[in-house]
Nanobody, 127 residues
């Protein structure tokens, strides 16, 4: 079993920054072996891909809507993946979810490519 716990969400104004964290744990789980991703879901919308990172952190991927504003990173010594969000916009308002891939590399951007999910953290951006 794998547990993913997100933190760092909140209410901010447009143009502000937030950093989300996702702490991973599990009795037989080795965080550094797996790619990780961030997704988000706004009210009334489907869950969508935000960013992903390979197991070493050498490869990162972003949705076009956040490219240049968001940065995904990981600290394998701390079993944690981060999402630095700058220049936030009202349309970034959503519940943000951390997800674990069953692979060491990022295969795709579909939520079906990920096998464990956190409970989510709310990000609200006011205009």
């Amino acid at each position: 079993q794998v547990q993913l716990v997100e933190s760092g969400g909140g209410l901010v104004q447009a143009g502000d920054s937030l950093r989300l964290s996702c702490a991973a744990s599990g009795r037989t789980f080795t965080f550094s072996r797996y790619a990780m991703g961030w997704f988000r879901q706004a009210p009334g919308k489907e869950r969508e891909f935000v960013a992903a990172i390979s197991r070493s952190g050498s490869s990162t991927y972003y949705a076009d809507s956040v490219k240049g504003r968001f940065t995904i990173s990981r600290d394998n010594a701390k079993n944690t993946v981060y999402l630095q969000m700058n220049s936030l916009k009202p349309e970034d308002t959503a519940v943000y979810y951390c997800a674990k891939s069953p692979r060491s590399y990022v295969l795709g951007y579909a939520s079906s490519e990920y096998d464990y999910w956190g409970q989510g953290t709310q990000v609200t951006v006011s205009s």
